[in-house]
């Protein structure tokens, strides 16, 4: 059983950046893809970017494309997203997990996730 702790959420301006991780417990860290969601008050969880287990495909959400950046750390077990130029729209709680099943091209399916973590709260005033 793998264990996902993110971090990094707080409150920030519209037009200010966070960058979230997200540190997995666990030896097969590096063997999935790792995905992004969150999910606002009164909202569905939705997809926010995924990346692929060695790092170098990223997969985004067009709300956030240009301005979130995907990234991991196999030797660290730790997967980040990089937010920049944010808007009140980002509020939301932010779940990182590890997707199970699927092709990566259904990245953006919150039902090829088997993992998930606690979720970190970002709050983006305006």
């Known amino acids: 059983q793998v264990q996902l702790v993110e971090s990094g959420g707080g409150l920030v301006q519209a037009g200010g950046s966070l960058r979230l991780s997200c540190a997995a417990s666990?030896?097969?860290?590096?063997?999935?893809?790792m995905g992004w969601f969150r999910q606002a008050p009164g909202k569905e969880r939705e997809f926010v970017a995924a990346?692929?287990?060695?790092?170098?495909?990223?997969y985004y959400a067009g709300s956030v494309r240009g301005r979130f950046t995907i990234s991991r750390d196999n030797a660290k077990n730790t997967v980040y997203l990089q937010m920049n130029s944010l808007t009140p729209e980002d509020t939301a709680v932010y779940y990182c997990?590890?997707?199970?099943?699927?092709?990566?091209?259904?990245?953006?399916?919150?039902?090829?996730?088997?993992?998930w973590g606690q979720g970190t709260q970002v709050t983006v005033s305006s």
């Open positions: 997990a590890r997707k199970g099943t699927g092709y990566f091209s259904a990245s953006y399916q919150t039902k090829n996730y088997d993992q």
């Open positions: 666990g030896r097969s860290f590096s063997t999935y893809t």
């Open positions: 990346i692929n287990w060695s790092g170098d495909i990223p």
